[in-house]
């Protein structure tokens, strides 16, 4: 007693009693009048009989040998009058008359497809609220229920059963039926049992609901004990489970428990009474620790507290389940708000949010000899096991365990006619928190947090969180959304999480075009979507609760499985590249196949993987991400391109050349280029194969024939011929698919011939550089030695100065003939002529002097590179050339800077916790330098890493000028 | 009194074992007092299935008017008798069954049902009432209390190929769905 005082908080009832001229009921409800179907005069009423008063009517068969008639109609009164007898009631049941028939087997049939019963027992039958049927031979349960249900076995269910099943806008019952199996009567030692089970059923058709009070009694934990058994509610949602007599398991079956008669005055008060009332409402806390939102589903016990003792009592005891008479469906964007029939989810209980955590605790009955009574307040979760029709209030969708707990609470001094309020705020509930997302409902959602993994919370009724992805065709994907509880741990008795797909551009609130139901996998807690994307687009996705529900302990854990996309979009023939997956939901579970081969992680994150690529042919493959720990499978069909696929394309750019001489080099390259099948994008890294007949000419690329050579950034090729033989020369170009194009040239022998090689040289406006530069001298196609070349300025350019090392040089054995012209700040184009001594055959140099403005960069490979730690980059290579004609400028001076970034690893996203975007990083290293393109116009630069950066975005500025196609950037992905 | 509440069977494990041997239900077969255990559930079921609630129809109003049935679209995900896996069987209730606001069926969730076999009405429900329609588990479980435990697995309950998960269902009250599956098909002598 001294302990139990100092754990529980007193209310002296003398400060906030409030005095009733009559005392206020409560109990179990069984339906509470709703928006839908109702009055709105009644909205948040209990369902009851119109003026507490039910007449009934019996079968005029026997129900069995032991009950015949007159008996059965004695048995049935003796029931009903359990409820009219509570003394803190007004109600009255009686007996009005017979039914016109005795209802057996022969007067329940179908006529057609529609169910015949007399016309006195249907819905309709208002002026015979309540018909009784004597099943004598359990041909109307067998009928009803399904075939063999009416047999003795099943007596433990079967014996009684109906309800009510029609109800006015008034909320009130109109019409209910009860049909009592005569198999279950044919002993004396029946009927015990089955007075039981008619209390209960004409509990419920007077509009008593399921009530939860000494659970123990079913669950055995802990072993009841006498006080729980003779406090065991009649309306307990499942009674005892029984193998023998009810007597044999419970004392006095056919006596109301407290609980018992403190429903039924509830649904029917005396107009005065000896008992007391506490009614208030639960609630969360806020952040001030005040009142915050109402918390429905808490079963509110009250026991009486012994005088002497201090202990409370379990058979003095009673109930009320908060939000009892609210809502329990709402229904939620995705399932919609109605059901099939058009019939609101939210026909029952009332909006009203003031009912939300709203309890009842009336009855309380007063120890007769004493002027007053000290109750015992206490909160408990329900039973989870109890739902649908053995579900207790709004818990019949689902019990939610309460949040947080509070001390058991003592009211005192409760006299008869006291009606205290007493609402109840729990300290150490959850509180609301904002989630980062929010507001995110249908209209605006909020992007998939980066990473794809996130929690989120329904915080408040009627929450639903919203999330978009852009979406590429082809990919399977999967959501899972686990429920968690205030700590975080994964439950079934919180939120419900159903999901809902969208594309994100749907009208709103149209329904969704995929949905999963809650629960519907085997880990706790945990509802699964999965889909095929179409086209491409952004999808929608939906989270609600089940039952439209939202408190502040619905938190929730999502994660989106999904592969978006690789990087390079084309890998090698061949793989053994490092790729990048770039998608959501990637951890530590998470395995890569490309083509059915396992591909290694190099590096991970959650939205992003680092994999080698395996060792595959030409063509496509498909990517499969798998978790191990659940299997769930995201797929991209044909998502890996390697080397060439079967839909490239092959373009031939440009051939054309001038006879060329047998010996000589064509002035201009074999151009093609390789695209993807959309004729544009273009394909990198691809290997095009030259061959030209006759087969003694060949690539100068390779000093071969057929010559291979892989594609450039831009998917191009050039391919210069060294023309070897006279005539005309076919050319062809091919990709693996097979796809080629065709090309000529045409080799000519005259008697002799000079040939720049090349023929012309592009430099900067004002460079001022030494240019090598090379004639080739050629009789009937036979290099010439010893031939002198005079070299001489056709033009010489406007400003600067441009002189010849030599004005003659004699030709080597290759019949080549160097030379260096010197140019000092040159300032426009000019010509250089080279002629054989004799003065004929000449050719002329063109020195080309390009325009600042007209320089342009174009990367060609290693320009985008990733790489596992500890590997090493490529060389970067670009092209500096003339935006037009588009040829290659020499000795133009490169600015190359490089500024290395650490990079932040994409960590889960806690909505509740921490910013989702990645910190922007500061360089860790920075440098510059300048290079001059080389004869081709190419220059080269090799990023140097440092072991102690790890992780790091290397990026490199290549410029030659602010103008447009005057800088690139190549970049080097480090994964670690 | 104090009698009376020892022969109790609810009371926990002690109380099962001492229940299962004075009290065991399937000696009392037609008893109108015990509930059927397993075996005799699965022989009274014209249906006995895996399904997953689709779709509930009224044929009226629902909780008024006029009208007799419910109907319950459910697609099967492990047909046992009387219902192929893959199959949508329609099931119809007496609407009588159906308290107004407390639908005894949802879409979108999983039960497993032994039902009688359709009356001449073409109504049917769950044998013994709670005893013919298990919910499974978000684990995937079958989950019972212990005093459904012992009801429905007596220790006279005995299989020749499935003794060992029925004991495990008799003791610890729960087991892998495809454990429970396999007790019914030797029950239901349905070969896998």
């Avoid at chain 1, 009559?22 to 009851?48: E, H, M, Y």
């Avoid at chain 1, 008639?69 to 049941?93: I, K």
């Avoid at chain 1, 690539?699 to 023309?723: H, Q, R």
Wanted: charged fraction near 15%.
């Amino acid at each position: 007693m001294k302990q139990f005082r100092k754990s529980v908080q007193i209310t002296a009832a003398a400060i906030v009693v409030l005095l009733a001229t009559r005392s206020a009921q409560s109990g179990g409800v069984l339906a509470v009048a709703g928006p839908s179907g109702f009055n709105p005069s009644v909205v948040g009423k209990p369902i009851t009989w119109a003026n507490a008063s039910l007449a009934y009517y019996t079968d005029q068969g026997d129900l069995s040998p032991l009950l015949p008639q007159s008996g059965a109609n004695d048995f049935v009164s003796d029931a009903f009058s359990r409820w009219t007898a509570v003394p803190s009631a007004a109600l009255q049941v009686a007996r009005a008359g017979a039914l016109a028939e005795n209802v057996d087997g022969s007067n329940v049939f179908l006529t057609g497809n529609t169910l015949t019963m007399p016309a006195d027992i249907q819905p309709s039958a208002t002026n015979r609220p309540l018909g009784v049927v004597y099943d004598q031979d359990g041909q109307v349960t067998d009928a009803l229920l399904g075939a063999g249900a009416g047999s003795a076995v099943f007596c433990a269910t079967n014996s009684v059963f109906g309800g009510a099943d029609s109800y006015t806008l008034d909320a009130n019952f109109a019409h209910a039926l009860i049909v009592i199996n005569g198999n279950c009567a044919q002993q004396s030692g029946d009927l015990p049992t089955l007075k039981y089970r008619l209390i209960r059923a004409a509990g419920r058709i007077l509009g008593v609901g399921w009530s939860q009070l000494n659970d123990n009694v079913r669950t055995g934990t802990p072993a009841p004990t006498s006080e729980d058994l003779n406090g065991f509610p009649l309306m307990h949602p499942r009674g005892p489970l029984c193998n023998g007599p009810i007597t044999e398991c419970v004392p006095n079956p056919d006596q109301l428990r407290m609980d018992d008669r403190a429903a039924i005055a509830y649904l029917y008060p005396a107009p005065t009474a000896s008992t007391a009332r506490i009614h208030g409402s639960i609630f969360f806390s806020d952040e001030r620790g005040a009142a915050g939102q109402p918390m429905q589903g808490v079963n509110v016990v009250a026991r009486r507290v012994d005088s002497l003792t201090g202990t409370p009592s379990h058979v003095f005891a009673t109930t009320s389940i908060s939000g009892f008479r609210f809502r329990g469906h709402n229904g939620n964007p995705i399932t919609g708000f109605q059901t099939a029939q058009g019939e609101p989810f939210a026909k029952y209980g009332s909006a009203d949010p003031a009912w939300q955590g709203f309890f009842d605790l009336s009855g309380l009955e007063i120890p007769s000899g004493s002027q007053s009574a000290t109750y015992q307040i206490t909160l408990e979760p329900l039973n989870p096991l109890y739902k649908s029709d053995t579900g207790l209030g709004a818990a019949r969708y689902g019990a939610v365990a309460p949040s947080g707990s509070v001390a058991p609470i003592a009211i005192v001094n409760l006299v008869a006619g006291a009606d205290v309020t007493r609402d109840i705020v729990i300290a150490n509930s959850a509180r609301v928190r904002r989630d980062a997302a929010e507001p995110n409902g249908f209209g605006a959602p909020s992007p998939v947090p980066a990473g794809g993994s996130w929690w989120g919370n329904l915080g408040v009724y009627g929450d639903s969180d919203f999330f978009y992805f852009h979406s590429r065709p082809g990919r399977t994907f999967h959501l899972r959304v686990t429920a968690l509880d205030e700590n975080h741990v994964s439950t079934a008795v919180k939120a419900q999480p159903t999901l809902g797909l969208w594309e994100r551009a749907a009208a709103l609130n149209s329904p969704p075009m995929l949905s999963a139901n809650a629960f519907n996998t085997s880990v706790t807690g945990q509802t699964k979507i999965s889909a095929t994307t179409g086209t491409e687009t952004d999808l929608m996705i939906g989270i609600s609760d089940f039952r439209g529900d939202g408190r502040p302990d619905y938190q929730y854990h999502a994660r989106l499985l999904y592969v978006d996309s690789l990087a390079p979009s084309r890998i090698p023939a061949g793989g053994g590249r490092p790729v990048i997956l770039q998608g959501y939901g990637f951890n530590a579970n998470t395995s890569v196949k490309i083509g059915g081969q396992p591909a290694a992680i190099l590096a991970r994150s959650t939205g992003r993987l680092l994999v080698q690529s395996p060792p595959l042919g030409n063509g496509s493959a498909a990517v499969t991400v798998t978790d191990l720990s659940n299997g769930d499978v995201a797929t991209v069909n044909d998502g890996a391109q390697y080397g060439v696929t079967n839909d490239d394309q092959l373009h031939l750019i440009s051939s054309g050349n001038p006879a060329v001489p047998v010996g000589a080099d064509a002035p201009n390259p074999v151009r093609v280029r390789v695209t993807t099948s959309d004729g544009v994008t273009p394909v990198a890294n691809v290997n095009v194969t030259f061959s030209v007949t006759p087969a003694q000419s060949f690539f100068k690329a390779c000093n071969a024939n057929p010559c291979t050579i892989a594609t450039d950034a831009s998917g191009e090729v050039l391919a210069y011929v060294s023309v070897r033989a006279t005539g005309e020369h076919f050319i062809t170009a091919t990709i693996a698919n097979g796809a080629q194009v065709p090309g000529t040239i045409v080799g000519s022998a005259p008697a002799s011939s000079i040939t720049a090689m090349p023929p012309a040289h592009r430099v900067p406006v004002g460079a001022t550089v030494s240019l090598p530069t090379s004639v080739r001298v050629l009789s009937s196609g036979s290099p010439v030695l010893g031939q002198q070349v005079n070299f001489s300025f056709g033009t010489s350019p406007a400003s600067g100065s441009a002189t010849l090392a030599a004005p003659s040089v004699v030709t080597n054995s290759a019949g080549d003939a160097a030379n260096t012209v010197n140019l000092a700040n040159v300032g426009s184009s000019f010509t250089i002529l080279a002629c054989v001594s004799t003065g004929s055959p000449c050719t002329a140099i063109q020195i080309l002097a390009v325009a600042p403005s007209a320089i342009q960069l174009q990367p060609l490979f290693g320009s985008s590179q990733i790489l596992a730690f500890g590997q090493s980059p490529a060389p970067m290579v670009l092209r500096v050339q003339n935006s037009s004609p588009d040829q290659p400028v020499r000795s133009v001076t490169v600015s190359v800077s490089t500024s290395v970034f650490a990079r932040t690893r994409s960590e889960d996203c806690n909505l509740q916790n921490s910013d989702c975007h990645s910190a922007s990083a500061r360089p860790i290293f920075t440098s510059f330098i300048t290079l001059s393109s080389d004869e081709n116009g190419l220059i080269t630069f090799t990023p140097a890493l440092q072991a102690s950066w790890g992780a790091v975005n290397v990026y490199t500025l290549f410029s030659v000028g602010g103008g447009a196609g005057q800088t690139q950037q190549g970049e080097v992905q480090v994964f670690k | 009194m104090g009698r009376t509440i020892l022969r109790c069977g609810y009371v926990g494990l002690a109380m099962l074992v001492a229940m299962a041997h004075a009290g065991d239900p399937s000696s009392r077969t037609g008893s109108a007092y015990s509930g059927p255990d397993l075996q005799q559930i699965t022989q009274k079921a014209g249906m006995i299935f895996l399904g997953r609630v689709e779709r509930v129809e009224w044929k009226h109003a629902a909780g008024g008017g006029p009208g007799d049935r419910v109907r319950i679209t459910l697609l099967v995900l492990d047909g046992i008798r009387g219902a192929n896996t893959g199959q949508r069987v329609e099931v119809q209730e007496w609407s009588g069954l159906w308290t107004p606001g407390h639908d005894r069926y949802q879409p979108g969730e999983t039960v497993f049902l032994f039902l009688y076999p359709k009356s001449r009405l073409g109504f049917t429900s769950p044998v013994a009432g709670d005893a013919g329609r298990m919910d499974i588990s978000p684990t995937q479980r079958i989950v019972l209390s212990p005093e459904r435990a012992a009801s429905l697995f007596p220790r006279s309950l005995r299989l020749q190929k499935n003794a060992g998960s029925t004991q495990s269902l008799r003791e610890q009250y729960s087991s892998e769905y495809a454990q429970f599956a396999q007790i019914v098909r030797e029950l239901a002598g349905v070969a896998r």
